[in-house]
Structure formats: structure tokens, C-alpha cells
């Protein structure tokens, strides 16, 4: 994992991908933090952005804030950007609560050599404020389960298995549902899951 250390295409806040590299699915809105410690004054770090871009890819997850430029991208001032590989991240859940944006959690552990320049075994949250948070959640736990049974990444080119979910209700059988207004975005080569979780879903946990 490391902050500010993410390239991006000129004149766009889109990620470069890297060799093999696949991005299947992103969205706005998202509220990123990173917390190290205990929680008590003195003891504990955080690097928090109020709103930003959440991307996953068949690698990692990348976070841009709302400010980010491929001029700034790499700056060391504050959060510019976020980047962990999916085999760096543990115990991911995806949260639902009574009150409150839906979030991503999950613990991180330190890239090989210590690299990454923020301290290890983190917390990683991510708030969808604008939705779109239970799709990116399914997509990083069937990377995580692909991770888990064959211990390598998944080829750039492979389609995760998708989620398939109760079709859409209309009281009207013979009307065309209109398509959702949103703010995530899955890629051309992304498969398609539902907007929200089925009846009843409340969290589930992945571990590796």
C-alpha cells in the first residue's frame, strides 16, 4: 500500500494501469480514510479525505481524491492518492448500517521491504456516500476468493463470475424499467451486479 505515489493519464484522473492490469469498476462520492493506532491522541495516525473516486481493478484498489490532477497526483502534501494490492488487505467486510453511507472496511498489511511510506497495519475505511459501494465490495471479495483458492491474481483479461441478483420490481409488468442514475461506473470489460444488496443482507466478512 502507499500514498501519493499513483500515476495517472495526462489530463484525466483515471489511474495508469499497470502491466497485466484491468480496472473493472469505479465510483465517486467516497469518503476515504486510513487509521494506524489506538485511537488515542499521541498514539494513533489518520489520513482522511472528505470525498473522492474509489477504483478496483484485478490488482488493487486505487482511491483519488476530488482534488487530484495527474500534476499532483504524487505530491506528499495530505492525500493525494491511494493505492493497496489486493493481497495486502484482510479481514474485508462490507458494512450496512441503520444510519449512515455504506462502507468498505478492511486491515492492511505492509507491501514486501516496507515500502509504501505510511505506517503499517492500518485500517482502511471507504463511506459510499453516492452509492455504489455494495457492487465495488462484491467485485474486491470474488478477487479476494480467486486470490484465496489459486494464490495468483486473476488475468487482466478473465470476467469474475457476477452476482445475480432478483430482477427489478415494476408494478407495471409490460413498463421498461429506466435505467439507474448513478454515480458508479462499471468498465466496458466489467460484468454487472446489482445497485443494492438483496432483502436482508447485512455484512459479510472475507478473510485470506
Known amino acids: 500500500m502507499a ?13 495508469v494501469p499497470l502491466p497485466n492490469e484491468n480496472f473493472l469498476y469505479h465510483c465517486s462520492g467516497v469518503k476515504f480514510e486510513l487509521k494506524q493506532g489506538d ?10 479525505s472528505p470525498s473522492g473516486t474509489a477504483f478496483v481493478s484485478n490488482q488493487r484498489i486505487v482511491f ?9 497526483s504524487t505530491n506528499t502534501d495530505g492525500v493525494n492518492s491511494f493505492t493497496i494490492p489486493h493481497a ?13 453511507a455504506n462502507r468498505f472496511e ?10 509504501g511510506n505510511i505506517p503499517p497495519h492500518a485500517a482502511l475505511i471507504m463511506s459510499f456516500n453516492e452509492g455504489g ?19 495468483t491474481i ?14 427489478p420490481f415494476s408494478s407495471n409488468p409490460t413498463a421498461t ?14 460484468p454487472s451486479y446489482p445497485s443494492d444488496a438483496p432483502p436482508g443482507y447485512e455484512q459479510w466478512d472475507t478473510k485470506l
Open 39 to 48: 485511537g488515542y491522541p499521541g498514539n494513533s495516525t489518520a489520513h482522511k
Open 3 to 15: 500514498l501519493n505515489v499513483v500515476m495517472l493519464e495526462r489530463g484525466t484522473r483515471y489511474p
Open 133 to 151: 459501494g455494495f457492487d465495488f465490495a462484491a467485485i474486491a471479495r470474488k478477487i479476494a476468493e480467486r486470490m484465496s483458492e489459486t494464490g
Open 106 to 115: 478492511a486491515q492492511t498489511v505492509p507491501l514486501a521491504g516496507g515500502q
Open 64 to 72: 483519488l481524491p476530488k482534488t487530484t490532477t495527474h500534476e499532483n
Open 177 to 190: 424499467p429506466a435505467p439507474p442514475s448513478s454515480s458508479a461506473h462499471a468498465e466496458d470489460s466489467a
Open 88 to 100: 495486502n488487505l484482510r479481514d474485508s467486510k462490507f458494512v450496512q448500517p441503520l444510519f449512515g
Open 154 to 167: 486473476p488475468p487482466h483479461e478473465e470476467e469474475l463470475p457476477g452476482y445475480d441478483g432478483p430482477p
